[in-house]
């Protein structure tokens, strides 16, 4: 089983959890603000130079990932193990300096790193904030501010560092053991997600199949159209075509449905869809009913699915995949931008693969012949940026035509 859908639930987490960490960072400067005005009209007694050094080291640690995350966004791997580091100094800077009583101080760094869900955060957490919780205090009694209860350092090391590094062991072990649960139950959700999604997929193939094979067609047609199609829709997006609407799951959800742009040939007759020769204008009026026909089918059978995306590309596809760039296409003769940007696609790869295969009343064409069918189509019969897009994979769609995707 792939880990794609797990490192993509990881990922995706870690970027919401920079962003929080941000917020969670900035509201405890909030906080020490208060606390520092409080100090400054006499209703708490801090020494106003370790105050002031303080909080203005913290200002810095504190704000400094919600600068970060503006100016670079919150995609770096590495963010969460900087985000720690600076709780963590943080940490030091307030038992160093003002006081080493505020025990929650020193859950700080462990409580970030545990929103990552990562064991090696959780390891790099534990470690850096024992360290710190030692030299914190260490710090403390060197700069001749030892508490009146440890006033010797014996006493600082056997009553004070000893009892706060087993709280922080025991926190950790805590922390580690959560993480790894929620970590195991997140790959198990992304495993089932996946099995899910290869069921669907299968479901949806050999839905397919059925409704080509009838008119000779195998499932080569499908599974080709679906690879053009995803294809065509990541080099528009690499050259920042539509850059606004196609997406990582646009890709996805296009491949995913393409198969279905003709499962409204289920409705058309053996007689028609099955003619060896030239239909008449009769039959060709019944054959064109397919599109129509597919969108309703989608309609119908896809009402209960809760995926918007899903279920309207699904549609766009089936309904409009022989809609014209001129407007001379069918159902419904839109043209331009007005066809669906996915139908667009959906058209350039359905004709490339109908002309490169043999049907029931004509022979196979030459590659060469069927990409200049393309390219002569552009801006009539194709969005000549979907069109240009595809002819720039001429080597690309060669390769997948002639490597065996022909049964
Ligand atoms: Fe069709």
């Known amino acids: 089983m792939s880990n794609k859908t797990f490192s993509k639930v990881i990922q995706k987490n870690e970027q919401d959890a920079n962003r929080t960490v941000a917020l969670v960072m900035a509201i405890t400067f909030a906080f020490f603000t208060v606390i520092y005005i409080l100090n400054l009209v006499g209703v708490f007694v801090i020494d106003t130079v370790p105050m002031n050094i303080a909080y203005f080291t913290s200002a810095v640690l504190l704000l400094l990932p919600s600068v970060i995350n503006k100016a670079a966004g919150t995609?770096?791997?590495?963010?969460k193990y900087i985000y720690v580091s600076l709780s963590a100094l943080f940490l030091?800077?307030?038992?160093?300096?003002?006081?080493?009583?505020?025990?929650?101080?020193y859950a700080f760094p462990i409580a970030i790193a545990g929103m990552y869900f990562s064991k090696n955060v959780t390891r790099f957490s534990s470690v850096i904030t024992a360290?710190?919780?030692?030299?914190?205090?260490?710090?403390?009694?060197w700069l001749g501010r030892p508490d009146d209860n440890f006033p010797t350092f014996h006493s600082l090391v056997i009553y004070s560092i000893l009892p706060r590094l087993l709280i922080l062991i025991s926190f950790s072990a805590l922390l580690t053991h959560m993480t790894t649960r929620t970590s195991t139950l997140l790959k198990e959700d992304a495993e089932n997600y996946e099995q899910q999604v290869?069921?669907?997929?299968?479901?949806?193939?050999?839905?397919?199949?059925l409704v080509e094979n009838r008119d000779e067609n195998t499932g080569g047609h499908i599974r080709r159209t679906s690879i053009y199609a995803g294809l065509l829709a990541e080099r528009l997006k690499e050259k920042g075509v539509c850059e606004d609407i196609i997406t990582e799951d646009y890709i996805n959800c296009l491949t995913m449905v393409a198969p279905l742009h003709d499962i409204?040939?289920?409705?058309?007759?053996?007689?028609?869809?099955?003619?060896?020769?030239?239909l008449t204008d009769e039959e060709f009026e019944i054959m064109k009913s397919h599109s129509a026909r597919g969108g309703e089918i989608i309609?119908?059978?896809?009402?209960?699915?809760?995926?918007?995306?899903?279920?309207?590309?699904?549609?766009e596809v089936a309904r409009y995949h022989h809609e014209k760039w001129n407007g001379r296409g069918y159902p419904e003769g839109l043209s331009g931008e007005a066809i669906p940007l996915s139908a667009r696609i959906m058209a350039v790869a359905d004709v490339f693969d109908a002309v490169s295969e043999k049907r029931c009343y004509r022979d196979a064409m030459p590659l060469e012949k069927c990409f200049s069918i393309i390219e002569e189509g552009s801006g009539r019969d194709f969005d000549p940026a979907v069109a240009e897009a595809f002819l720039e994979m001429r080597e690309e769609i060669s390769r997948i035509r002639e490597s065996g995707e022909h049964a």
Do not use: W
Not at 75 to 79: A, C, E, I, P, V
Not at 198 to 209: C, D, P, S, V, W
């Open 299 to 315: 309609k119908e059978t896809f009402s209960r699915i809760p995926d918007e995306e899903y279920k309207t590309m699904a549609y």
């Open 75 to 79: 995609s770096s791997r590495k963010l």
């Open 264 to 278: 409204g040939k289920i409705a058309i007759p053996d007689s028609v869809l099955c003619k060896p020769g030239k």
């Open 92 to 105: 030091l800077v307030i038992t160093s300096v003002l006081t080493y009583h505020v025990v929650v101080v």
């Open 131 to 141: 360290v710190v919780t030692v030299c914190g205090q260490l710090i403390a009694f």
């Open 198 to 209: 290869l069921y669907n997929q299968n479901m949806i193939y050999g839905f397919a199949m």
